[in-house]
């Protein structure tokens, strides 16, 4: 019993780690299930193998912004563009400070292609002063550093 107690008190004060990842222009054909589930690029396939209990995953949409994995959306078809990343930008923005001022995160993990990246104000102090690694590279090496990353954090 007390040690339940002090994993629960441990698992309440043990900073998380944190995914951003872009959506998918790939998605299952489910209706009102979390977006973790109904994205399906390459990225999302890797996410869903490993455990996501110790981490939390932030998806930057085209449709819906920056929402949660668990977060419920239905099919659509809206691809990121400079527009809509500039449109978003303030609220977006917004949004991940909130999320990262409410919340301790040791780390942090940013998967965004370029017009993504875009559509978040990095330029905000408050991103200077926390542990953020960035995918790079080509598609393979991306998918490969992220396999990596998720395995040191989930392990």
């Not at 449709?63 to 977060?71: E, S, T, V």
């Not at 500039?86 to 917004?94: A, G, L, P, R, S």
């Not at 330029?123 to 960035?134: A, R, S, V």
Request: hydrophobic residues 35%; glycine residues 4%; proline residues 3%.
């Amino acid at each position: 019993m007390l040690q339940a107690q002090i994993e629960s008190v441990s698992e309440k004060i043990t900073p998380r780690k944190l995914l951003l990842i872009s959506c998918s222009a790939t998605k299952r054909d489910l209706k009102d299930q979390p977006a973790l589930q109904v994205y399906d690029g390459p990225s999302y396939r890797i996410i869903r193998k490993y455990p996501t209990d110790k981490i939390d995953i932030l998806i930057l949409s085209a449709k819906y912004g920056l929402i949660f994995a668990n977060h419920k959306i239905s099919v659509y078809e809206q691809k990121m563009n400079d527009h809509i990343a500039q449109e978003m930008k303030n609220q977006t923005t917004d949004r991940l400070v909130s999320i990262l001022q409410s919340s301790t995160y040791s780390e942090i993990y940013i998967e965004l292609g370029k017009t993504y990246r875009n559509a978040i104000g990095f330029d905000n102090p408050l991103f200077k002063e926390l542990n953020i690694k960035y995918g790079y590279g080509t598609i393979g090496v991306r998918l490969h550093n992220l396999k990596m990353w998720l395995a040191s954090v989930t392990s």
